[in-house]
């Protein structure tokens, strides 16, 4: 069973950083593209950056591009994101997916439960 | 604004049959997998249709989806108080080389 345990999420001022972990278990890491999609409170969802299954391709959002890096340690089956200058407006639950296949044009199948991180003075 | 436009809302009585549409453009949907989701309050998406038209094992065969040029559509027959939830369409996006979601539609079941 495909098990996606998002953490790290938390309160932090304007301009701050903070770094999301995803931990999967359950099926064969490498094989598949992996991603971060969010939603702010009441709102749709938004999708942020997806990483091919090697960790060679990534892209971004255009609303992230330049602040947020996606990454992956498939020894350790751990999905990243690094968040920094963050905004008011990233404000939002963060859901690490899982994609269908090892290309990032996939989109997913499974996903975490979700970590809530928080921009505010 | 959504890259892909849904209608913010639907509705149906139980028993009936509802579609919801999803249009996009050359870049999006005419050219890549269209995928379904649905979400309840509180919980993370689940997935209910991919490529166009195919089932995850366990999601009923009521729901089913269909692509044609820009558009998407996810139809939901045999309506259940149980499928009152926030639908969204999804796809890659060429020339944005990211995913684009629809803003969602909330379904309610009369």
């Known amino acids: 069973e495909v098990q996606l345990l998002d953490s790290g999420g938390g309160l932090v001022q304007p301009g701050g950083s903070l770094r999301l972990s995803c931990a999967a278990s359950g099926f064969t890491f490498t094989l598949y593209a992996m991603s971060w999609v969010r939603q702010a409170p009441g709102k749709g969802l938004e999708w942020v950056s997806v990483i091919s299954g090697s960790g060679g391709s990534a892209y971004y959002a255009g609303s992230v591009k330049g602040r947020f890096t996606i990454s992956r340690d498939n020894s350790k089956n751990t999905l990243y994101l690094q968040m920094s200058s963050l905004r008011a407006e990233d404000t939002a639950i963060y859901y690490c997916a899982k994609t269908r296949g090892v290309l990032p044009r996939t989109l997913p199948d499974s996903w975490g439960q979700g970590t809530l991180v928080t921009v505010s003075s | 604004q959504s890259v892909l436009t849904q209608p913010p809302s639907a509705s149906g009585t139980p028993g009936q049959r509802v579609t919801i549409s999803c249009s996009g453009s050359?870049?999006?949907?005419?050219?890549?997998?269209v995928y379904w989701y649905q979400q309840f309050p509180g919980t993370a998406p689940k997935l209910l249709i991919y490529?166009?038209?195919q089932r995850p094992s366990g999601v009923p065969d009521r729901f089913s989806g269909s692509k044609s040029g820009t558009s998407a559509s996810l139809a939901i027959s045999g309506l259940r108080s149980e499928d009152e939830a926030d639908y969204y369409c999804?796809?890659?996006?060429?020339?944005?080389?990211?995913?684009?979601f629809g803003g969602g539609t909330k379904l309610t079941v009369l």
């Open positions: 050359s870049s999006n949907i005419e050219n890549n997998d």
């Open positions: 490529r166009e038209n």
């Open positions: 999804a796809t890659w996006d060429d020339s944005l080389r990211g995913w684009v």
